[in-house]
């Protein structure tokens, strides 16, 4: 009995991994439609925040039959329930990955390069997705607490875009709705980041 457990517990992992996959795709693409003006990227963007959908679904419905046919308890049952608010947070960075995307498509790339660290914030950001993940499926509390503390990394990036777009609306105020979008972006790569610390929270 407790060896077809840690079967399906390995297999919520390997899943938990391919959605933390999918959510690093989903930002990758979204950000890359900004900065080179790339539609299709924007596209991928899109396709994988439903594939991440049906993603949580699918663990979702691994997690009920671990819980109703198992019968955890303690440690395992806690990993499970944290599995659970887990996968909340990573379909959430989907939906952000492509609002961004779509932001993308009413933007130039020329303008969007100009914001230099927004690309920046997009590495940081993924790089947070990926190591929280990790962290969870390992049960690493000092990547975990490692991750948390980056997340300082990625808020020093925002207030450098933020006072990017201060500059650019102060020299050319007719700029202001592309400003606008650049913040915007950088809320949800914030936003995105701040998952990756609840993530890391759960283990």
């Not at 396709?47 to 419905?61: H, L, M, T």
């Not at 990955?97 to 940081?124: C, R, W, Y």
């Not at 690493?140 to 990036?157: Q, T």
């Amino acid at each position: 009995m407790r060896g077809r457990f840690d079967r399906q517990l390995e297999t919520l992992h390997q899943e938990l991994i391919h959605m933390g996959a999918l959510c690093e795709e989903a930002i990758s693409a979204g950000v890359q439609a900004l900065l080179e003006g790339d539609g299709s990227m924007a596209d991928t963007a899109m396709a994988r925040e439903r594939d991440i959908d049906q993603k949580e679904r699918d663990i979702e419905s691994l997690c009920m039959k671990l819980l109703l046919q198992q019968q955890p308890v303690a440690r395992d049952l806690r990993q499970i329930s944290s599995a659970l608010k887990m996968i909340t947070d990573m379909e959430r960075i989907g939906d952000q990955a492509t609002d961004i995307a779509e932001i993308s498509l009413f933007m130039e790339a020329s303008q969007a390069k100009s914001v230099q660290h927004i690309g920046a914030m997009a590495v940081e950001s993924i790089r947070m997705v990926n190591e929280s993940v990790e962290a969870f499926v390992k049960g690493d509390l000092a990547l975990a607490d490692r991750v948390i503390k980056y997340d300082d990394v990625v808020d020093d990036l925002f207030c450098q875009v933020r006072a990017d777009v201060a500059s650019i609306l102060t020299q050319t105020p007719t700029r202001a709705a592309f400003a606008l979008d650049v913040l915007m972006i950088a809320k949800y790569l914030e936003r995105i980041a701040d998952h990756a610390v609840n993530i890391c929270e759960w283990v």
